[in-house]
């Protein structure tokens, strides 16, 4: 097997650099908001804001309606201090991560080209490529994978990243514990949270990803900038109002 490919591996560090703290990082004039009415809500309301030179936040797109998990949201790993006692996602909760996280390359088998920014990396998903969720593998937990070979084993077969799944075919890596966090991921923290395509128009919440329209996804993409060091925000209502001064939301 081979673990993430150099440029992969590169483009997350470097975001991980420039995400370290317990707020919004200082380098970050980009980010994707998305608020919920409340923790267990799988409705989404998303923004893409750009800091304009004046310091102030301005929207570029949205807001735009998008799903959840299907439980709703909970305390993530990401560049946030998550507050004491909080609860944290879990392997198989059917909640979202919420908190401040950076973002990574982009997964797709959809056979329209994906506009993005070139130094924002792109795999074309194959039969040799895998997204580990198995805890039982902790060296490879949330990690990607390339085979040298098409997934064979009923392991490999598992842990497949999808091949004919439309709602999966454009998918933006959310770095909730992964690299950017303690440095590696925690086995059963949850793995595996990605933007993609929502499923039948929206009526069908995800297992923990974020979902939205194609056309909103696309275009999304098309916009993020990582020298710009974007992050995806995602909390209910009254949180966000809670921690926007001392996290410096937008």
Not at 161 to 188: F, V
Request: aromatic share 8%; glycine share 8%.
């Amino acid at each position: 097997m081979r673990s993430l490919p150099t440029l992969l591996l590169l483009f997350c560090l470097v975001q991980m650099i420039f995400s370290a703290g317990a707020m919004v990082p200082t380098h970050c004039t980009q980010a994707i908001v998305g608020i919920t009415e409340g923790w267990n809500s799988s409705h989404v309301t998303l923004s893409l804001l750009e800091k304009q030179a004046d310091g102030r936040w301005a929207r570029v797109m949205g807001p735009i309606p998008g799903r959840l998990g299907r439980n709703g949201c909970v305390w993530g790993l990401g560049v946030h201090s998550n507050p004491r006692k909080a609860t944290i996602k879990k392997e198989g909760d059917g909640r979202s991560p919420a908190g401040i996280f950076a973002l990574g390359g982009l997964w797709v088998t959809n056979k329209h080209a994906v506009q993005h920014h070139k130094n924002i990396p792109l795999v074309k998903v194959g039969p040799k490529d895998l997204w580990v969720s198995d805890i039982n593998t902790p060296h490879l937990y949330n990690r990607y994978v390339r085979l040298k070979h098409p997934a064979r084993t009923e392991w490999e077969l598992r842990e497949q990243m999808r091949q004919t799944d439309y709602a999966h075919s454009i998918k933006l890596l959310i770095c909730h514990n992964t690299w950017e966090t303690a440095g590696r991921p925690i086995p059963g923290a949850g793995s595996s949270i990605f933007f993609h395509i929502w499923r039948r128009g929206g009526a069908a919440p995800t297992a923990g990803c974020t979902s939205m329209d194609e056309s909103n996804l696309r275009a999304m993409i098309a916009r993020l900038n990582p020298h710009r060091h974007p992050v995806y925000i995602l909390l209910p209502r009254q949180e966000y109002a809670k921690w926007r001064k001392s996290w410096h939301l937008p």
